[in-house]
């Protein structure tokens, strides 16, 4: 379930724009793809491997406030690697729609 963590980090930066990590655990949170709940130390582990593929950036914002902290963005190729998980994840839930369908057929069916 860990690479369920992606698309809605992805998701979380285009919804949000730039924005910590902070804040993204909240949207993270709210639009998770699996009832498991996904650990801060996930996030950031995400965070960084999509860093890494350069599908997002980060700069350190030094607030007077409190302590730096690390604001995320989206890049190009992270728009475009989201549009290719939302393609995967819609035909993953047809696919999953159809089982489930055809699962409860069964069931009926030797009732």
Known sequence: ?????????????????????????GVVREC???????????????????????????????????PARRLYRLTESGEQYLGEWVETLDRLSQAMARFVAEARSLGEDSR
């Open 1 to 25: 379930m860990y690479r369920f963590v992606e698309p809605v980090v992805l998701f979380a930066l285009k919804r949000k724009g730039e924005s910590h990590g902070y804040d993204l655990a």
């Open 32 to 66: 998770a793809l699996t009832e498991s709940e996904i650990e801060r130390a996930s996030l950031y582990r995400t965070l960084k491997h999509l860093e890494a593929a350069g599908h997002v950036t980060s700069r350190w914002e030094a607030d007077q406030s409190g």
